[in-house]
Antibody, heavy 122, light 110 residues
């Protein structure tokens, strides 16, 4: 059974920082790209970042570029999102998502975690 | 403003067929697979269609999809009240070097 469990969400003040974590199990974590996707209240889904299986390629949406950093630790089957300079518009549920297999170019997201809420407010 | 365009809402009565469309461009749908997701608020989105027209194992064949040029469609036949959810299309955009979603279509079963 595949699991993705996010943690680290919470309430943070504007311009503050937060680090999200995601623990994966039930699949060969090191073989898959991973992504973070968020949904702000009343809004649609927004992809924000992707990291390659071998940690050598990272991609970011313009909305978070320069403020957020994605990383992973394959030895711990874990994915992270360091969020700095947070803004009220970053308030959302953040989902950890199992992305493409390293060998299947063109594939996208097959499995999502339950999400962790982040609220940016003074 | 989403890169992929979906109608904000769709509706149908039980047993009917509903089509949800997704429009993009040559840098996204025109070049890459389209994925479809079903999302009930407060839960994890669920994969419905991968590689434009493939169903994950266990998904009822009431759900089907296709892609043509820079557009894609999701078709739900034999509509049920349990299908009432938000539906999103997604793909990779080569120009943006990022994944893009449609704005979502809220399906109401009347």
């Amino acid at each position: 059974q595949l699991y993705l469990v996010e943690s680290g969400g919470g309430l943070v003040k504007p311009r503050g920082s937060l680090r999200l974590s995601c623990a994966g199990s039930g699949f060969t974590f090191r073989d898959y790209y991973m992504s973070w996707i968020r949904q702000a209240p009343g809004k649609g889904l927004e992809w924000i970042s992707r990291i390659s299986n071998s940690d050598d390629k990272m991609y970011y949406a313009d909305s978070v570029k320069g403020r957020f950093t994605i990383s992973r630790d394959n030895a711990k089957n874990s994915l992270y999102l360091q969020m700095n300079s947070l803004r009220p518009e970053d308030t959302a549920i953040y989902y950890c998502v199992k992305d493409r297999h390293y060998d299947s170019r063109g594939d996208l997201f097959h499995y999502w975690g339950q999400g962790t809420p982040v609220t940016v407010s003074s | 403003q989403s890169v992929l365009t979906q109608s904000p809402s769709a509706s149908g009565t039980p047993g009917q067929t509903v089509t949800i469309s997704c429009s993009g461009s040559t840098s996204n749908i025109g070049k890459n697979y389209v994925y479809w997701y079903q999302h009930f608020p407060g839960t994890a989105p669920r994969l419905l269609i991968y590689r434009s027209d493939q169903r994950p194992s266990g998904l009822p064949d009431r759900f089907s999809a296709s892609k043509s040029g820079t557009s894609a469609s999701l078709v739900i036949t034999g509509l049920r009240s349990g299908d009432e959810a938000d539906y999103y299309c997604a793909t990779w955009d080569d120009s943006l070097s990022g994944a893009v979603f449609g704005g979502g279509t809220k399906l109401t079963v009347l």
